[in-house]
């Protein structure tokens, strides 16, 4: 398929494209806002295809998120377009001077070494000088990333990525049931889809939506789909959140899943990469895709259930 550029140059790194529908789900922008910020500011400035296709690079997508959290700051959209450009031009030096390459690289060297007791020093050390969800978005969800595709290349790479997932689930586990429980907004049921058995996405998702004020019912990995339901109903939820990264199969996306949200009463919502590389089964079956950034999805979560009759959700 043929690009046209659009006021952009392409690097080596950007070679993944995605359509606007699915960079809507990765970032709960809609698509009539996305092409408003590109005609109305120049905000982004996709690809185009020869059919005039708009393609996104994750550098936009990046973008896209630094515009939502400009705008939550208070800055007019007319005075966002300056302050991206100033972000560019400080980027070089910020990548170099900043503090999350260097905690993910002396993560990394902890985790090819098996060093439990340096993971914990440099664990506990951003814990204490930023906030969990900066840690999370910053450091923790681009190294398991990181670490997730190194057994392609990596010799040990498998025993890496057990490694450090053991490590994350207790670590976050525990987070998770010491957390304060003084919440009293919306029920959330967050499961793994059956037959995914990584679970530290939907421990991230759950500690987050805690602190948006949602409340989880934590249910884990590889749970079959009539288990979910049963367990939202007699929790009362108020939605399900479901949470794959491995092909699913399609018996699930066929039948098990439209059955689920035809018998469910309440939203099913699906995140992680099954929710982008399978978002138009998704949106077949009835379910609603989340993509891969967690705040974009509590907040797509919390204004789909704040249209709801008798909506409770709130943020402490």
Same mark, same amino acid.
């Given at each position: 398929m043929a690009l046209?550029?659009?006021? =952009?140059?392409?690097? =080596? ?5 995605? #359509? ?19 005609? /109305?500011?120049?905000?982004?400035? #996709? ?45 070089? =030096?910020? /990548? ?75 670590? +976050? ?74 092909? #699913? ?7 098990? +899943? ?6 469910a009463g309440i ?21 609603? #895709? ?16 704040? /249209? ?9």
């Amino acid at each position: 398929m043929a690009l046209k550029q659009s006021g =952009q140059n392409s690097t =080596q790194a950007d070679t993944e494209h995605f #359509p606007i529908r699915t960079v809507s789900t990765l970032t709960g922008v809609n698509s009539i806002t996305l092409r408003a910020w590109e005609r /109305r500011y120049g905000l982004v400035k #996709p690809m185009r295809t020869e059919g005039g296709h708009r393609l996104y690079t994750r550098a936009d997508i990046d973008s896209i998120h630094r515009i939502l959290a400009m705008l939550e700051a208070g800055i007019a959209i007319g005075g966002v377009g300056r302050a991206l450009e100033s972000k560019r031009a400080e980027a070089p =030096q910020a /990548r170099d001077a900043g503090p999350w390459a260097g905690f993910r690289s002396r993560m990394l060297a902890a985790i090819a070494q098996f060093d439990e007791s340096r993971l914990e020093d440099v664990y506990n050390e951003m814990l204490a000088l930023y906030p969990s969800e900066r840690v999370t978005h910053e450091v923790l969800m681009p190294l398991l990333a990181e670490v997730g595709t190194r057994w392609l290349s990596t010799p040990g790479g498998v025993a890496e990525e057990h490694f450090f997932g053991v490590y994350m689930r207790n670590k +976050l586990g525990a987070r998770f049931h010491h957390r304060n429980r003084a919440v009293s907004g919306s029920k959330l049921v967050a499961a793994c889809l059956p037959g995914e058995q990584h679970e530290l996405g939907l421990l991230l998702f759950a500690l987050a939506a805690h602190e948006e004020g949602f409340q989880v019912v934590l249910l884990g990995a590889d749970l079959p789909l009539a288990e979910v339901a049963i367990a939202a109903h007699r929790s009362r939820a108020d939605a399900m959140v479901l949470s794959g990264s491995v092909e #699913p199969k399609a018996v699930l996306l066929e039948s098990e +899943l439209p059955r689920l949200v035809r018998e469910a009463g309440i939203p099913v919502f699906v995140g992680g990469l099954t929710s982008v590389r399978r978002r138009d089964a998704l949106v077949a079956a009835g379910a609603e #895709p989340l993509g891969l950034d967690i705040a974009a999805g509590l907040r797509h979560i919390g204004a789909t259930l704040s /249209r709801k009759p008798g909506a409770t959700h709130r943020k402490n």
